[in-house]
């Protein structure tokens, strides 16, 4: 059974950083390509960025793109989501995704941005 966990939301201020880790098991983590999606409070999912299995080709969506590096390491089953200059757009639950087999995500991360 796919598992996600989750960590590393917190209350951050504009232009400071956080880094979000996401723990998976129960599949072959280095075979799996993964992504980082959240969602705003009152709005729909937003896909953030993946990483590639191999860990060498990584891509982001524009509304985080140069801020923020999704980063993994096959060795510990884990991968990151540093986000860096961070606004109060950014704000929402964080969640991470495992794209090849099913689809499934964790329970989430919360991050709020604020002053």
């Known amino acids: 059974e796919v598992h996600l966990m989750e960590s590393g939301g917190a209350l951050a201020q504009p232009g400071g950083s956080l880094r979000l880790s996401c723990a998976a098991s129960?599949?072959?983590?280095?075979?799996?390509?993964m992504s980082w999606i959240r969602q705003a409070p009152g709005k729909g999912d937003e896909w953030i960025a993946t990483?590639?299995?191999?860990?060498?080709?990584?891509i982001y969506a524009d509304s985080v793109e140069g801020r923020f590096t999704i980063s993994r390491d096959d060795a510990v089953n884990t991968v990151y989501l540093q986000l860096n200059g961070l606004t109060e757009d950014d704000s929402g639950m964080y969640f991470c995704?495992?794209?090849?087999?099913?689809?499934?995500r964790g329970r989430g991360t919360r991050v709020t941005v604020s002053s």
């Open positions: 129960g599949f072959t983590f280095s075979q799996s390509d």
């Open positions: 995704r495992e794209d090849n087999i099913s689809g499934v």
């Open positions: 990483v590639y299995r191999g860990g060498k080709r990584t």
